[in-house]
């Protein structure tokens, strides 16, 4: 249940309601809210003479739930507004991983010469194999906010787990929790205390309840700027590195107030697919997509198959912005 209670409580008076029902505390867009596990059903007794609306739930699908807010949340990336009715599409390109000073340098170069504000760059990565390159950590980070300062765009990179989250934070305008992260309840946590926005990648085995409930960690920690990403699920096939599951974005555009932001490298896992993926993606009326490139990806040190190189990455930019305007949203 999520109970709204009367504004100009002292902090004193709203801690011992939330005690008495077991609750959380937030404050949004200046208004007080208790959160109550889904099992509550009823108003409780110990708010009923400052609770001014609540909302009854079936499950733990609440701050996240369309129920609660019927208008889809208004999140920055970067520069870019995207949800509520601004009908952005934000394209987020970059490597797969940072590699050297070169490397992203160029690639943020050339995200500025398209117009994209958004670099995306993985530092520690999220490996399947140990003998893979697991990414350049704290320096690959330093380089990031490098690119930042000289280029003025916004980065995002990939928490791999709990030891980490701080340095992520810190020099991350955008904190993103991985397909393998998602359970993490220390990323969430961590994630919850900060302002910043927290781009969440569904896990490839989730049902899209589990993923919504990772959202809820952070929605109930006080941090309202959460983005969903679709980015596959595993299934039978084996043509394809994972199935993009656009049934469950339908899903999560109808019974959720986040915004979506769907990632087709690495649901296609092969650089020749994604450019009618994105299409179709964008044709679905979403907030945002996260797309691979990288100056040579043949050399690149992880994902080499699903990264576009610079040109194959501007000819699908081109090719969205049509479809975009099709069903009313721009490309930014």
């Known amino acids: 249940m999520i109970i709204k209670i009367k504004a100009g409580l002292s902090q004193d008076v709203i801690e011992q309601l939330t005690k008495k029902c077991e609750?959380?505390?937030?404050?949004?867009?200046?208004?007080?809210?208790l959160i109550t596990g889904a099992a509550v059903k009823e108003l409780p007794e110990a708010v009923k003479e400052v609770a001014i609306e609540n909302w009854v739930f079936q499950n733990d699908l609440q701050l996240a739930s369309s129920a609660f807010?019927?208008?889809?949340?208004?999140?920055?990336?970067?520069?870019?507004?995207?949800?509520?009715?601004?009908?952005?599409t934000v394209v987020i390109g970059g490597p797969c991983s940072v590699e050297s000073l070169e490397q992203i340098t160029q690639s943020t170069q050339f995200i500025k010469s398209l117009g994209l504000q958004v670099l995306r760059g993985g530092c520690?990565?999220?490996?399947?194999?140990?003998?893979?390159?697991?990414?350049?950590?704290?320096?690959?980070?330093?380089?990031?906010?490098k690119m930042r300062d000289e280029f003025g765009v916004a980065v995002i990179t990939e928490a791999r787990d709990a030891t980490h989250i701080d340095e992520i934070i810190e020099y991350s305008d955008v904190i993103q929790v991985g397909a393998?992260?998602?359970?993490?309840?220390?990323?969430?946590?961590?994630?919850?205390?900060?302002?910043?926005?927290?781009?969440?990648?569904?896990?490839?085995?989730?049902?899209?309840?589990?993923?919504?409930?990772?959202?809820?960690?952070?929605?109930?920690?006080?941090?309202?700027?959460v983005v969903l990403c679709e980015r596959g699920i595993r299934t039978f096939e084996t043509g394809t590195r994972f199935t993009l599951d656009l049934c469950?974005?339908?899903?999560?555009?109808?019974?959720?107030?986040?915004?979506?932001?769907?990632?087709?490298?690495?649901?296609?896992?092969?650089?020749?697919?994604?450019?009618?993926?994105?299409?179709?993606?964008?044709?679905?009326?979403?907030?945002?997509?996260?797309?691979?490139?990288?100056?040579?990806p043949k050399t690149a040190k992880s994902d080499a198959s699903q990264q576009l190189n610079h040109n194959e990455f501007e000819a699908v930019i081109n090719s969205l912005k049509p479809v975009a305007s099709s069903v009313g949203y721009t490309i930014c």
């Open 23 to 33: 609750a959380f505390h937030i404050n949004y867009l200046n208004e007080e809210f």
């Open 69 to 88: 807010l019927p208008v889809k949340r208004e999140v920055k990336i970067g520069n870019v507004t995207i949800g509520g009715n601004t009908k952005n």
């Open 124 to 145: 520690y990565k999220p490996r399947t194999s140990p003998y893979s390159f697991q990414g350049m950590g704290l320096e690959g980070l330093k380089l990031l906010a």
């Open 180 to 225: 393998k992260a998602m359970y993490d309840q220390g990323i969430l946590r961590a994630c919850a205390k900060t302002q910043k926005t927290v781009l969440i990648k569904r896990g490839f085995g989730t049902t899209l309840q589990e993923f919504v409930q990772a959202a809820e960690f952070v929605l109930a920690g006080g941090n309202p700027n």
């Open 248 to 296: 469950g974005v339908a899903w999560l555009k109808k019974y959720t107030n986040l915004p979506i932001i769907l990632d087709p490298s690495h649901a296609m896992g092969y650089a020749y697919g994604i450019a009618d993926l994105a299409r179709a993606c964008v044709a679905m009326g979403i907030d945002g997509l996260l797309i691979e490139t990288h100056p040579t």
